[in-house]
């Protein structure tokens, strides 16, 4: 049987105790790390990823800090992980339960199979499970379940097992809970083994079947814990030799999750192992349209180095595939563009890719489409010429200046008086003035994302947007209000920080001045409805990432980070559309549907992650001026 793992020809359990997997090596700054390598022909990574992406690209590889650490005589190029930044990194996702990990993404390895006792409904609290228990016997199970996960983060593994097989089987006081796919999932990880486990109690084929039952309990409430459990117990076949168990198992696991990709890479795996090359290269094409790093990962695979040229014709081929789709989708894009500009970013990038992006590794390829949603979003700029402002200048000069001296006469008769006299004499003085002088005039740029027409679910109701129309990327800024109105009522000042402070009507000036000096388009604020809609991109949670409010910080400026202030825009992760700031920084302004008034949108730096939600909204006082609301622009085409 080929190798189970990355650069290993040891049985499973012997490669979890094996020194190449976690071995304490020093490194030359005499700290101790433990690390993992991979080997990949040179020939073959450098049409998957650059060594610029692989060194830099964190997006990528989101869990294993990656680096090039050498180049091999016999034309192998080893990539070096670090499994303590690995492990440090795994415990601050689980904690954020970013969607990334909890997918089992490409950077996933299978010595790390704690995390699978930590992802999904395994998580919930044990105040989430009791109120799901039906009978007394159930909530007693409930509670050695959580026993046993206290147990588990101490590291008493052999303990933990035995609160589970008490949770599931009973004792002399009740009579267990059999039908609970928590308790079999945990004990299937217990079972798998991984790093510093307690290997005296791991078993393959006692895991597998774990596993299984966890997945067969799991899949009508919890598809995709359901999911994971089957490709564990893929796993655990696989590891056995059982490649015709291992298939079935992971292909639920497909269907469950269709979104994890380490189903279809394990799944291609199993059939490069069963020598199916033909099965498997669709299977690893799937992965990597989820992930673009399985295509590293297979290329370091044990299962698929024998078959080395045929994967990187395979690449080669996905490559150019993806290439000619993406300058199609790109072109077809830009058509539906004319007469507007590309935002300088996106222009230049853009600009590369069409001169040189038919050389590009896979990897580069998927990135920059990834970045530019299929190309199907390009953000747009809008040039506004403002007039110099008036300024007063102090100003200070010299100038000569006529002044009178006194001076005595002497009489030349001793006993007459001496005269007085004044003469007059000139100097040099510095002296100070307030001239009035007009800036020179200036060129402002806007940055806007297309929205294109469609309807959601706006609370209870269904909402419809008619027409495409362009909003904002970011917050109208401090900069941007100053060219068009030459002052700043910002609290919080700074040239790329919100423009605050500013009252409904004052935003109404600004626009009035900002439409006589566009000429062509006629800018607005969005209505409440096309804002949620542009807000949500797409998605229906509390939030436009998700329901999970431990992540807030990746994409907003709240109570919990901001330092009680507003930040420059940009600075977080957008959201699918390609709009940043969205939640938090600042609240926006919003013209309320019907056009009776006024709405704010979106939350802001002083607020908590309760009032920052896709739909939250609050009323406010046309005239009333605050340092939490700003707004953002929009215009129809």
């Keep these: 049987m080929s190798n189970y793992v990355w650069d290993s020809t040891l049985p499973y359990l012997d490669y979890l105790q094996a020194k190449s997997f976690v071995s304490d090596v020093e490194s030359v700054t005499c700290e101790i790390e433990r690390k993992i390598s991979m080997d990949i022909l040179r020939k073959t990574r450098d049409i998957i990823a650059s060594e610029e992406l692989i060194k830099e690209s964190m997006e990528l590889v989101t869990v294993l800090s990656a680096v090039t650490v050498s180049s091999l005589n016999n034309g192998f190029e080893q990539l070096l992980y670090s499994m303590d930044s690995g492990f440090n990194?795994?415990?601050?996702?689980?904690?954020?339960?970013?969607?990334?990990?909890?997918?089992l993404d490409a950077t996933f390895h299978?010595?790390?199979?704690?995390?699978?006792?930590?992802?999904?409904?395994?998580?919930?609290?044990?105040?989430?499970?009791?109120?799901?228990?039906?009978?007394?016997?159930?909530?007693?199970?409930?509670?050695?379940?959580?026993?046993?996960?206290?147990?588990?983060?101490?590291?008493?593994?052999?303990?933990?097992?035995?609160?589970?097989?008490?949770?599931?089987?009973?004792?002399?006081?009740?009579?267990?809970?059999?039908?609970?796919?928590?308790?079999?999932?945990?004990?299937?990880?217990?079972?798998?083994?991984?790093?510093?486990?307690?290997?005296?109690?791991?078993?393959?084929?006692?895991?597998?079947?774990?596993?299984?039952?966890?997945?067969?309990?799991?899949?009508?409430?919890?598809?995709?814990?359901?999911?994971?459990?089957?490709?564990?117990?893929?796993?655990?076949?696989?590891?056995?030799?059982?490649?015709?168990?291992?298939?079935?198992?992971?292909?639920?696991?497909?269907?469950?999750?269709?979104?994890?990709?380490?189903?279809?890479?394990?799944?291609?795996?199993?059939?490069?192992?069963?020598?199916?090359v033909d099965r498997a290269f669709p299977l690893l094409a799937e992965a990597?349209?989820?992930?673009?790093?399985?295509?590293?990962?297979?290329?370091?695979?044990?299962?698929?180095?024998?078959?080395?040229?045929?994967?990187?014709?395979?690449?080669?081929?996905?490559?150019?595939?993806?290439?000619?789709?993406?300058?199609?989708?790109?072109?077809?894009?830009?058509?539906?563009?004319?007469?507007?500009?590309?935002?300088?970013?996106?222009?230049?990038?853009?600009?590369?890719?069409?001169?040189?992006?038919?050389?590009?590794?896979?990897?580069?390829?998927?990135?920059?489409?990834?970045?530019?949603?299929?190309?199907?979003?390009?953000?747009?700029?809008?040039?506004?010429?403002?007039?110099?402002?008036q300024v007063y200048i102090k100003e200070t000069c010299t100038e000569q200046e006529n002044y009178f001296e006194d001076f005595v006469i002497k009489s030349r008769f001793p006993f007459k008086k001496a005269v007085t006299g004044k003469q007059q004499k000139t100097r040099m003085v510095t002296k100070t003035r307030i001239i009035t002088k007009h800036s020179?005039?200036?060129?402002?740029?806007?940055?806007?994302?297309?929205?294109?027409?469609?309807?959601?679910?706006?609370?209870a109701n269904d909402a419809k947007i008619d027409r495409d129309f362009y909003l904002g990327r970011y917050p109208v800024t401090q900069q941007q209000w100053q060219a068009v109105m030459g002052d700043n009522p910002s609290q919080f000042k700074g040239e790329r920080l919100p423009v605050e402070n500013v009252s409904w009507d004052n935003v109404q000036t600004f626009i009035e001045h900002l439409n006589v000096l566009s000429g062509n388009q006629t800018y607005c604020l969005p209505t409440e409805i096309e804002w949620e809609y542009a807000c949500r991109a797409g998605s229906t949670s509390t939030y436009y990432f998700g329901d999970d409010a431990s992540r807030l910080g990746e994409y907003a400026w709240y109570n919990g980070n901001s330092g009680k202030t507003t930040h420059p825009v940009g600075e977080k992760k957008p959201n699918s559309w390609g709009l940043y700031d969205m939640a938090g920084n600042v609240w926006e302004w919003c013209r309320e549907t019907d056009g009776s008034g006024s709405i704010l949108c979106g939350g802001s730096w002083c607020d908590f992650v309760e009032r920052c939600g896709s739909g939250d909204r609050i009323n406010a006082i046309h005239d009333r001026r605050y340092s939490r609301i700003g707004f953002r622009l929009a215009f129809f085409p």
Aim: charged residues 25%; negative net charge.
């Design 110 to 276: 299978w010595g790390f199979g704690a995390v699978l006792a930590s992802l999904g409904h395994m998580n919930d609290s044990l105040s989430e499970l009791v109120k799901i228990a039906k009978t007394p016997d159930q909530t007693v199970a409930f509670n050695y379940f959580e026993i046993a996960r206290e147990l588990f983060r101490q590291g008493r593994y052999r303990k933990s097992l035995e609160e589970l097989d008490k949770a599931i089987s009973g004792d002399h006081t009740f009579a267990g809970y059999k039908l609970e796919w928590r308790f079999h999932q945990m004990k299937g990880t217990l079972l798998l083994g991984f790093a510093d486990c307690d290997m005296s109690f791991c078993d393959l084929a006692k895991a597998e079947e774990s596993f299984f039952t966890a997945a067969c309990y799991a899949k009508s409430d919890y598809p995709h814990d359901a999911g994971r459990a089957f490709l564990s117990a893929g796993w655990c076949a696989y590891c056995q030799g059982k490649m015709k168990e291992a298939l079935a198992h992971t292909e639920q696991a497909m269907v469950l999750h269709p979104e994890m990709g380490e189903a279809f890479f394990q799944a291609s795996k199993v059939q490069m192992a069963l020598d199916k």
């Design 288 to 389: 990597i349209e989820l992930d673009g790093f399985f295509a590293l990962k297979a290329a370091g695979d044990g299962d698929f180095r024998p078959h080395d040229a045929k994967l990187r014709s395979f690449i080669e081929a996905l490559r150019k595939e993806k290439h000619s789709q993406f300058v199609l989708n790109a072109k077809a894009a830009l058509d539906k563009l004319k007469g507007f500009e590309l935002a300088p970013e996106t222009a230049s990038a853009l600009h590369s890719f069409f001169t040189e992006g038919a050389d590009w590794p896979l990897i580069d390829i998927l990135n920059l489409a990834q970045n530019f949603d299929n190309f199907k979003r390009l953000p747009i700029v809008e040039r506004i010429k403002a007039p110099g402002q």
């Design 440 to 459: 020179p005039a200036s060129e402002v740029l806007f940055e806007f994302c297309p929205i294109y027409a469609g309807s959601f679910r706006m609370g």
């Design 89 to 103: 990194r795994l415990s601050d996702r689980l904690e954020q339960k970013t969607e990334g990990i909890s997918e």
